[in-house]
Nanobody
Framework: QVQLVESGGGLVQAGGSLRLSCVAS????????MGWFRQAPGKEREFVAA????????RYADSVKGRFTISRDNAKNMVYLQMNSLKPEDTAVYYC??????WGLGPYYSRDVGYWGQGTQVTVSS
């Protein structure tokens, strides 16, 4: 049974930083691309960042490019999202996601996702 557990969310002032972590179990982690999505109140879930199975290729939403960094540690079954220069519009529940099939560049659409974490709340105050 695949499980993804996020941590690291919280309340931060605009301009601050947070680091989200996600630990995966129940899968051959190093064979799967991973991603982060977020969902703000009243809005659809949206893509934030993705990492290929090796971590060698990363992709970002335009809204976070240059501020967020996705990384992974395959030895620890962990994926991270370093978030800098946070803005109030970054406020959302952030979800860790594993791509539905092995290898690849990472999920971009919700239909690409095989499993979701439970989410962690990030709130950025102005």
């Amino acid at each position: 049974q695949v499980q993804l557990v996020e941590s690291g969310g919280g309340l931060v002032q605009a301009g601050g930083s947070l680091r989200l972590s996600c630990v995966a179990s129940g899968l051959s982690f190093s064979s799967y691309a991973m991603g982060w999505f977020r969902q703000a109140p009243g809005k659809e879930r949206e893509f934030v960042a993705a990492s290929s199975w090796s971590g060698g290729i990363t992709r970002y939403a335009d809204s976070v490019k240059g501020r967020f960094t996705i990384s992974r540690d395959n030895a620890k079954n962990m994926v991270y999202l370093q978030m800098n220069s946070l803005k109030p519009e970054d406020t959302a529940v952030y979800y860790c996601a594993v791509q539905r099939v092995p290898w690849g560049l990472g999920p971009y659409y919700s239909r690409d996702v095989g499993y979701w974490g439970q989410g962690t709340q990030v709130t950025v105050s102005s």
